[in-house]
DNA sequence: CCCGCGCTACGAAGATCTTCGTTGACGCTA
DNA sequence: TAGCGTCAACGAAGATCTTCGTAGCGCGGG
């Protein structure tokens, strides 16, 4: 075996995010897709939207199927994934590592519902119950 | 009124976080200072950190003390206020705008202390009373 | 059979980030 | 006062990111 990848994917960055964005929301898409998708929000060219496209493929960000005339590409890492990848980093580099802190940081400036609260509530309880881990 | 600055102080890259790290720990720093703080764990030269520096204060994201012949330098915005506003702009590159997702998925994958837990439990209270925000 | 349209590929340009070598100024000390 | 060490400033180089213009290809309609 000598397959194995050594190349732990990068992070995304912004431009690349917003495209990963639309593969996780949309599923398998073709350039166009993405770019309608886009162009809604933002005003980046066609052209752009493929060769970031292409440069992802070969980050290895997303997968390419070319058995169509317009290429389908998909998201390689899930949203999750790449959310935990994102968040861990940053975590690292502006937290002191500290998941805590940040989470703190996050619900004192940016309420969320009563509902989504009681989900968090509900991941402390299950965290603290199952300590063990 | 024309004398408002525009620029709403831009996110600062890895190796500026880097910088403002120390600044924050240590308080007003000399180039000095900051390359031996970091040269420990990173390989950087002194010349490279002057340059981020420099680069920094043009950007505002650092304020200098030249009135030594060693500058004296100072993060300019709080530790606070910089991870509030990187956690902002992942929250939106990468989460939607919902905290709660980030959350849910920081402390599920960066499980943190029991007592920082009841941290978490004792903001939760506090947001869901005086939910007035 | 030929044309045009949509699609990918290529390459280049400009911006930003990161790194460092070099230079010149300053001040202490022998 | 001459020399040495320390410091800021500058500029340049290489890497990466982002944006497009242009070219070339293949398929379907006329």
Do not use: C
Request: hydrophobic content about 35%; glycine content about 6%.
């Amino acid at each position: 075996m000598a397959e194995k990848k050594a190349t732990p994917t990068p992070r995304p960055t912004d431009a690349e995010l917003a495209i990963l964005n639309v593969l996780w929301q949309r599923g398998p898409s073709t350039v166009r897709d993405v770019y309608e998708a886009l162009s809604a929000s933002q005003g980046t060219g066609y052209t752009t939207v493929l060769k970031l496209m292409q440069i992802m493929t070969e980050k290895g960000l997303v997968v390419r199927d070319e058995s169509q005339r317009a290429h389908v590409y998909t998201a390689k890492q899930s949203e999750r994934r790449t959310q935990r990848q994102l968040l861990g980093d940053l975590m690292d580099r502006a937290f002191g590592g500290s998941s805590a802190k940040l989470v703190l940081n996050a619900l004192s400036d940016h309420p969320a519902s009563a509902q989504e609260l009681r989900n968090i509530r509900a991941l402390l309880d299950q965290l603290e119950k199952g300590d063990a881990r």
